[in-house]
């Protein structure tokens, strides 16, 4: 034994080197992601064609708690599907102050503190999801256009013809959203599914 050993007797390892001190971080990395998941993000199932050509029945994604909606975001929003409490998914159109109307299917839009109606673009809408003969394709209408009340969000569908969205329910306050649809599990959201298919885990089908 060297005098090293003698004068500091027996010590335990480095904490790198201690196989209980890494077993113990490890559990506690566990259950801190776990937590942070269940607390700033949701699990969504999509049930439904009315995002369609953008998402597809069936899909998974992660929605963010935490997250502002904006403009074009893929939001989750609390309604009442057959009269029951249910998420739905939607994009934002318009945001507090904006002023729209639809005609033939395309929005016209007015924001807040502007003076003129635009065209707005929407390169995520299909032909085929947006007829623009429709009765539901053209309300609100231009005799009759909508202002999004302050701190509210005007929401629909990709999927023009069959979305149940904002021009039925009306629009939605920051506290009936759930959460926006982050950018990563749009694009993995095969993955996802595969993932939470092999796994059984989710937080059950959502309405669109």
């Known amino acids: 034994m060297t005098m090293r050993e003698r004068l500091l007797g027996n010590q335990r390892p480095p904490l790198h ?81 904006d002023t729209l109307f639809l005609q033939y299917g395309e929005v016209f839009i007015k924001y807040s503190g502007e003076d003129e109606f635009v065209l707005l673009d929407e390169p995520y809408i299909q032909a085929e999801n947006n007829d623009p ?27 023009r013809n069959i979305s149940s969205d904002s021009r039925e329910r009306g ?9 926006v649809i982050t950018g990563w599990s749009l694009e993995h959201r095969q993955f996802l599914a595969d993932l939470y298919s092999a796994l059984s885990f989710g937080s059950g089908r959502d309405e669109q």
Do not use: C, Q
């Not at 629009?171 to 959460?179: A, D, P, S, V």
């Open 17 to 97: 080197k201690d196989p209980f001190a890494l077993f113990l971080a490890v559990i506690i990395f566990l259950f801190a992601a776990v937590a942070l998941y269940s607390f700033r993000y949701v699990a969504i199932h999509v049930d439904g064609k009315s995002m369609l050509n953008t998402l597809e029945d069936g899909d998974y994604l992660i929605a963010d708690r935490w997250a502002s909606a904006d403009y074009g975001d893929i939001v989750v929003v609390e309604s009442e599907v057959d009269g029951k409490p249910s998420r739905i998914i939607k994009r934002v159109i318009a945001m507090g102050g």
């Open 133 to 159: 003969y429709l009765f539901i394709n053209n309300i609100p209408s231009v005799n009759d256009p909508v202002t999004v009340p302050d701190g509210e969000i005007f929401v629909m569908g990709d999927n």
């Open 171 to 179: 629009t939605f306050t920051r506290g009936e959203t759930t959460g």
